[in-house]
């Protein structure tokens, strides 16, 4: 997966015409017309920002975005045939409970497994303390488990804490 680095811009923004405006910074006018993106948005000037060594003349776009990363769903009894059992792509579970110390361990490892096979793979995660009828119908008797769907039928599955590189072999396979 290919890492992007957003270099930080700035944009004049005035309702002034541009020669006025032009004389008015000293500077020449720069038109740029972006796409709108719900994660930007323009920063109003104010005297203080103008003083900053930090903050150009003009517009500022600040990207108010959180976090890029996919965060790992987590799925429930009442949510799990729409989003397993139905899902047109396959899908990895992982059975855990909060009290498990292999799980915590795993958590890290699901979470980079969902941002590499965004869009081909499907993560989620299930407390079995919280849903513990799905738990049983999957015979769930050790956690962290980690089952594999396809076409809603359950194709594989993995008892306990293992390293990444098994995970991806298993996910290869349903490719």
């Known amino acids: 997966m290919a890492t992007v680095q957003l270099e930080p811009f700035s944009l004049i923004r005035s309702s002034q015409h541009p020669r006025t405006l ?8 720069i038109t740029a017309r ?14 203080t920002s103008l003083r900053s ?17 996919v965060e790992v769903a987590s799925i429930t009894d009442e949510n799990w ?5 139905e899902s047109e792509t396959p899908v990895l579970v992982e059975f855990w409970a909060p009290w ?3 799980c915590r361990m795993m958590h890290p490892i699901i979470d980079e497994l969902a941002k590499e096979y965004v869009g081909k ?3 989620y995660k299930l407390n079995t303390d919280e849903s513990p009828s799905t738990a049983t119908r999957y015979g769930i008797r050790s956690i962290p488990t980690v089952i594999f769907f396809k076409d809603g039928e359950k194709k594989d599955a993995i008892i306990g804490a293992v390293p990444k ?9 349903f490719l």
């Open 53 to 69: 060594q930090f903050v150009p003349r003009g517009g500022r776009v600040l990207c108010v975005a959180r976090d890029t990363a």
């Open 100 to 102: 498990c110390g292999p």
């Open 22 to 29: 032009a004389s008015s910074l000293s500077c020449r006018p």
């Open 34 to 47: 972006f796409p709108p993106y719900t994660a930007l948005k323009l920063r109003p000037l104010t005297a």
């Open 121 to 123: 793979f499907k993560c």
């Open 165 to 173: 590189a098994s995970l991806i072999t298993n996910i290869e396979k």
């Open 81 to 85: 045939q729409s989003l397993v059992i």
